[in-house]
């Protein structure tokens, strides 16, 4: 049976086989727990990025996932995925549950047992605290196979994802 954990603090700190970076479809970097986690992770990972196959400068589309090594991170691998922008994307509820979805089913390909995930789209990407907290938990809750965890920084959004775990 698999356990789904919400975490307070920094993802680069997590200790299971693959942690999700919340990424662009560039996938070269950028801010948020993008850039701590590239600056943690080191140049590797960016080396790694850009061997990533890219059209028309896009390695990543919205709701995908991308997997790499993770250069000096403590994982196996970083799974990138790119999560809605929610102002621009009304399907937006769609995509952020496919940018879980598709990192779960890339983990459990590549023999990962556990996965450390961010609050994707919950920064610079903007979407609403709450609805994400569901669909992040509701989508990997089926992957029975995987230990998940979900690291939070911020007092609030914390508070929104131990409730919606706890189904209050
Ligand atoms: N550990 C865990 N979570 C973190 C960390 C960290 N060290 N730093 C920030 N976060 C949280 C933010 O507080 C937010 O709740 O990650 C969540 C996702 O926010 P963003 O990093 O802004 O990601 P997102 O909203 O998906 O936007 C992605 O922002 O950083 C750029 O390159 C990225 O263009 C992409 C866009």
Redo the contacts with the bound molecule.
């Keep these: 049976m698999s356990t789904l954990k919400i975490l307070f603090g920094?993802?680069?700190k997590a200790d299971t086989d693959a942690i999700v970076n919340?990424?662009?479809p560039k996938m070269l970097?950028?801010?948020?727990?993008?850039?701590?986690i590239h600056r943690a992770a080191g140049p590797k990972l960016l080396e790694e990025c850009r061997k990533v196959k890219s059209i028309n400068g896009i390695r990543c589309p919205f709701g995908e996932s991308r997997i790499t090594s993770a250069g000096d991170l403590n994982s196996k691998f970083v799974i990138h995925t790119v999560?809605p922008i929610f102002r621009n994307q009304n399907d937006s509820a769609r995509v952020l549950e496919s940018a879980y979805e598709s990192a779960c089913i890339l983990a459990i390909e590549y023999g990962c047992e556990s996965i450390s995930f961010?609050?994707?789209?919950?920064?610079?990407?903007g979407y609403p605290h709450e609805e994400a907290a569901r669909i992040a938990i509701g989508t990997c809750r089926k992957f029975t196979r995987l230990e998940v965890k979900f690291?939070?920084?911020?007092e609030e959004?914390f508070r929104i994802f131990q409730r919606v775990s706890n189904g209050t």
Excluded: Q
């Design positions: 920094d993802i680069t919340a990424a662009n970097g950028g801010g948020g727990v993008d850039g701590v999560g961010p609050a994707i789209s919950c920064g610079a990407y690291y939070i920084y911020g959004l």
